[in-house]
Nanobody, 123 residues
């Protein structure tokens, strides 16, 4: 299974960040799988943002709940993160990840994860 993040590397403050994860080798409808977005800012720990599961249900971390939204496109086997009202504090490497669990503070806590994509928010 391979995951590939795509999206703009530079976003202006107050805009909405949109990132897409393309999954190959397995269906995102596979039973009991959770498809997450996580991020890591320079010098900081990995932070779980949220997931969309195999049924289409979503959940988000409390600090980002009001700004994050995750959706999916079953025809393309993709899931997308939208993060609204971004600030420079949202600058980080963003990863998509998948597995039978979610919320891990380590990338290797997930069964699969992408290479990550750098997102910089300009003020």
């Amino acid at each position: 299974v391979q995951l590939q993040e795509s999206g703009p590397g530079l976003v202006k403050a107050s805009q909405t960040l949109s990132l897409t994860c393309t999954v190959s080798g397995d269906s995102i409808e596979g039973d009991f799988y959770y498809w997450s977005w996580v991020r890591q800012a320079p010098g900081q720990d990995l932070v779980w943002i949220g997931y969309i599961d195999y049924t289409g249900d979503t959940d988000y971390s409390a600090p980002l709940n009001s700004r994050a939204s995750i959706s999916r496109d079953l025809a393309k086997n993709q899931f997308t993160l939208e993060l609204s009202s971004v600030t420079p504090e949202d600058t980080a490497v963003y990863y998509c990840a998948g597995g039978r669990d979610w919320g891990s503070p380590k990338l290797n806590g997930y069964d699969y994860y992408g290479r990550g994509t750098q997102v910089t928010v300009s003020s």
